[in-house]
């Protein structure tokens, strides 16, 4: 059975339902059907931030600070993009500060093509890209003193933080900017809660991506997850009832319907 050898038939039946869901919901995409997505406030305020610095003359500054290449980062991509469209429509000054030379060749190209979706492909400037430091503290120092000589209007703080969140956070409050943050990071969420204006937690950063685009496959996918775990929810529950109703009734465990699912492969003769 090549990698299912240690597998049970109830993981086998998990991942046919997943992805006959998420097929389910990508053709539903395709065919027109407009996913409902729950209001974010958190991305809501960041047109406004934008719009902000629009009004003041003040540039926009957005780091992904630790993350590297995966998915968290792509995440942040989907959100970079759409910030660098409207920084390019109000013409703007955009900062991308960069503490992975690995990320720094994708941020680039991200930027690069939300300037030219929105004409303005001749008014990209690669020195707004900047590497700083592959360095925790010396990539958080750099970013203060960018901070600081850019008067930044906005700050945008998607990714992966560590114990530099707090100083970068505080430099965005000690120049007055408006600061949106998202952190994959539970031990991080609470000093941003405590210094940023609004702050999207935990998934809410994939989330973020296709609410901002609406592009029908990010939608569908983010879709088909949300309805997996109300699926997983159900099933926790369930199983917990099972769990209930055995500890009350013994002499029901050898019937209960979960144990076939926890047979292993060799019950089929595999």
């Given at each position: 059975m090549g990698g299912l050898e240690h597998a049970t038939p109830g993981i086998l039946l998990v991942l046919i339902g997943a992805c006959v869901l998420l097929y389910r919901e990508l053709s539903r995409g395709s065919k027109g059907?407009?996913?409902?997505?729950?209001?974010?406030?958190?991305?809501?305020?960041?047109?406004?931030?934008?719009?902000?610095?629009?009004?003041?003359?003040?540039?926009?500054?957005?780091?992904?600070?630790?993350?590297?290449?995966g998915p968290v980062l792509f995440a942040c991509l989907g959100v970079l993009h759409s910030i660098a469209k409207r920084v390019a429509q109000y013409k703007l000054k955009l900062q991308v500060p960069q503490y992975s030379p690995e990320a720094m060749a994708l941020v680039e190209d991200t930027v690069r093509e939300a300037y030219r979706e929105v004409g303005r492909a001749n008014a990209f400037d690669p020195e707004s890209i900047r590497f700083l430091s592959s360095e925790q503290f010396a990539f958080a120092s750099g970013y203060m003193g960018l901070m600081h000589r850019e008067k930044a209007g906005a700050a945008f703080m998607f990714g992966v933080f560590a114990a530099e969140a707090l100083v970068l956070a505080e430099a965005g409050q000690q120049v007055g900017a408006r600061q949106v943050a998202a952190s994959v990071s539970p031990e991080q969420v609470a000093f941003f809660i405590c210094t940023c204006d609004y702050t999207l937690i935990g998934e809410e950063l994939f989330g973020a991506s296709a609410y901002m685009s609406r592009e029908p496959v990010q939608v569908a996918t983010l879709a088909a997850q949300d309805r997996f775990k109300l699926f997983f929810i159900a099933l926790i529950i369930v199983g917990v009832f099972l769990a209930t109703l055995r500890q009350w009734m013994p002499e029901l465990g050898g019937y209960m319907p979960h144990l076939i699912l926890l047979k292993d492969w060799s019950a089929f003769g595999w």
């Open positions: 059907y407009v996913h409902h997505i729950r209001r974010i406030a958190g991305v809501d305020a960041i047109e406004g931030a934008v719009g902000r610095c629009a009004e003041q003359g003040r540039s926009v500054v957005f780091t992904t600070a630790l993350t590297d290449v």
